[in-house]
């Protein structure tokens, strides 16, 4: 396996910074990156997994996907977005900031000169629409690294690299591409944006009982933490251990029917088979049907139908049936009938 080098370097200054590929993780995305040479979106992956070890949340800040220079793409500027976006978090005004954007070009794709035109287009209308002072930028091509910084109102973007750097990309397996991350690493720290609060950016909760209030624990550290269910593979065992089954691939295990159930099974098909054969039936309701007579409307026609139930028709309901005499009616679309209305 390729020796990557230890976790920290020692610089020149005597300070300590990381190493890009000491661990694991970076190794893996960076391997994966070199294995796509042709692709951007590995290669934006493996330092977006960089920018998330040093942009950590505990410290104030989130790093985001594809990010819009303009607040109304279309409208009000272009369609351009970054492809990586570092945002630093304000808790007291529920703000974000836009503290660096990453450019990932690969470098088949894009020359070094184009490459570099779009990353200060992008920063440009960046600073501008959300009126920053400043913003840092990483331009990446494949697992090489340059960092810059772009100040309001100027027409280029500024290295921060050594002057015997310009115009190189340094790849992350070597020692001085670690030294530089760390010292862009404290250039976005230490030179943040200082924006003025408008009131409409502010995020205000409101009053009621839908509003967050703050935490009963003084001390955070001291809250109780979530728990998540941890299925072992104790509990279902491993593939090769799990006992062989004696039931044929076809066979079905009927569940066990008691003859009492057999019995109410049966009394309720008779039941509901008796209750067929009554409603197919005719029902002559000529002794039992009434004409209710309105000054005002239609007069209607009431009756008990076969259940008990009082319905209640009017007589353009009734359709002529000879079959049951000379003034027979029927109920229309049922089989109650009378020979003669009331």
């Excluded at 200054?13 to 970076?26: A, T, V, Y």
């Excluded at 057999?262 to 509901?272: D, F, G, Y």
Aim: proline share 6%; aromatic share 10%; hydrophobic share 30%.
């Amino acid at each position: 396996m390729a020796n990557y080098g230890p976790p920290f370097y020692r610089m020149s200054d005597g300070q300590i910074c990381r190493n890009l590929l000491g661990s694991p993780l970076h190794q893996t995305m960076y391997r994966y990156a070199q294995s796509q040479p042709n692709l951007e979106g590995p290669q934006a992956n493996f330092w977006l997994s960089e920018l998330q070890t040093d942009f950590s949340q505990q410290d104030g800040y989130q790093v985001g996907a594809e990010f819009n220079a303009s607040r109304n793409p279309g409208r009000e500027g272009s369609y351009h977005r970054t492809d990586r976006v570092v945002w630093r978090i304000d808790e007291e005004h529920l703000t974000l900031t836009a503290e660096t954007i990453l450019e990932a070009k690969a470098p088949a794709n894009m020359n070094y000169h184009d490459h570099i035109k779009q990353a200060r287009r992008d920063a440009e209308e960046i600073v501008r629409t959300h009126q920053y002072q400043r913003l840092h930028v990483v331009t990446t091509r494949a697992t090489g690294f340059h960092a810059w910084l772009y100040t309001k109102h100027t027409d280029k973007l500024q290295s921060l690299f050594p002057t015997e750097l310009q115009g190189v990309h340094l790849d992350a397996s070597e020692v001085q591409a670690s030294e530089e991350w760390y010292r862009f690493i404290f250039s976005v720290k230490t030179r943040p944006n200082m924006l003025e609060i408008h009131p409409s950016q502010v995020l205000r909760s409101q009053a009621g009982d839908t509003t967050a209030g703050p935490s009963s624990y003084a001390n955070q550290a001291t809250a109780p933490q979530p728990s998540w269910p941890k299925s072992t593979m104790e509990e279902y065992g491993e593939p090769s251990q799990l006992e062989p089954t004696t039931q044929s691939p076809m066979e079905i295990e009927e569940p066990e029917t008691s003859q009492k159930d057999l019995r109410q099974s049966r009394a309720q098909a008779e039941a509901s088979a008796s209750t067929m054969d009554l409603e197919s039936d005719w029902v002559d309701v000529t002794d039992n049907i009434s004409r209710r007579r309105h000054r005002v409307g239609r007069d209607e026609l009431v009756f008990t139908n076969r259940h008990g139930n009082i319905v209640v028709t009017t007589e353009e309901q009734w359709n002529r049936q000879k079959d049951f005499g000379r003034h027979a009616r029927v109920w229309k679309k049922t089989r109650y009938y009378v020979t003669k209305l009331p």
